[in-house]
């Protein structure tokens, strides 16, 4: 794309957030298109946080930059550019109270990434007595002692797994420095081969070592012993719940509009018991 035509084009797109008329227009240009679609796409889960937050050092704000264009484009329409569309309506009741709730001037919300307010649901496949069978796998960031962080398996859905029983804790691993690494959610979680097929220190990708959720005894077994094979992942959905009040989940929408990549497909309002009673139930299962 021509410099003259990416400034224009960023001068566009700042004029249509602030209007609410985000990615409505349509290019006859193709590779202009494409250009666009790149930019404003949100490639993945830790871009979601940058615009969220509208960290100073995002990805959006780099390419103004780089273009010597003002980035005008305030928190609030960038969180609107996070949602959904083609599911939820950009006059939303609920979309607009979220909106000022976050944006606060006095007590602004932020997301954060070495938090404990989400989780990845990983809709996984394996080889289970000859056919294919999928599990969803809960997963969470969580921190290490020496002050990194890693993705750690801390809940599993229904399976229809019979495993048979052969521990009911998980064993202490041999090495102590097997992670899955926290980048993962950037690979499709492909390193969860690697970690399943390492039974000798398979607890270390395990949240806790009690193994009283029934699922999750099922569910480790049957790695431990060879039951299931894991092929690959093939869906991922984030749960956020924030500010012990708001729940949302984020999805990825493959798309040629603007308003694709990782977006808000589906949000409500609870009180704290709400909360609590999502969370139990997204961590068992159920």
């Not at 007590?107 to 996984?124: N, Q, R």
């Not at 690959?232 to 708001?246: E, N, P, Q, S, T």
């Not at 493959?254 to 018991?273: F, P």
Request: glycine share 4%.
């Amino acid at each position: 794309m021509a410099k003259t035509g990416v400034l224009k084009f960023l001068i566009f797109i700042s004029f249509s957030i602030c209007h609410h008329r985000l990615f409505s227009q349509v290019f006859s240009n193709n590779d202009d298109a494409k250009e666009k679609h790149f930019v404003y796409e949100v490639k993945e889960i830790d871009e979601f946080f940058e615009r969220f937050n509208d960290e100073r050092g995002s990805f959006i704000r780099g390419v103004y930059k780089a273009h010597h264009v003002k980035f005008n484009i305030p928190r609030q329409r960038l969180i609107w550019s996070l949602f959904n569309y083609e599911n939820m309506s950009r006059d939303s009741v609920m979309m607009k109270k979220f909106i000022s709730d976050v944006t606060k001037k006095q007590k602004p919300i932020y997301l954060h990434y070495y938090g404990d307010d989400w989780y990845a649901e990983l809709t996984c496949k394996f080889k289970y007595n000859a056919t294919s069978i999928v599990i969803p796998v809960i997963m969470k960031i969580e921190m290490t002692q020496n002050k990194g962080s890693k993705w750690m398996i801390v809940g599993v859905g229904s399976s229809g797994l019979k495993p048979k029983i052969v521990v009911t804790e998980m064993a202490q691993s041999k090495v102590k420095m097997n992670i899955i690494s926290p980048t993962s959610n950037g690979t499709n979680f492909v390193s969860l081969k690697r970690a399943f097929d390492d039974k000798e220190n398979l607890s270390d990708y395990f949240e806790s070592t009690d193994m009283k959720n029934s699922k999750m005894l099922e569910f480790y077994n049957a790695i431990l012993n060879g039951d299931i094979d894991f092929t690959d992942v093939v869906k991922i959905k984030y749960h956020f719940l924030l500010a012990g009040r708001w729940l949302f989940t984020v999805e990825d929408f493959i798309r040629k509009d603007l308003n694709s990549g990782w977006l808000i497909n589906h949000m409500e309002k609870v009180s704290s018991a709400g909360m609590d009673n999502y969370r139990s139930k997204l961590l068992s299962g159920n």
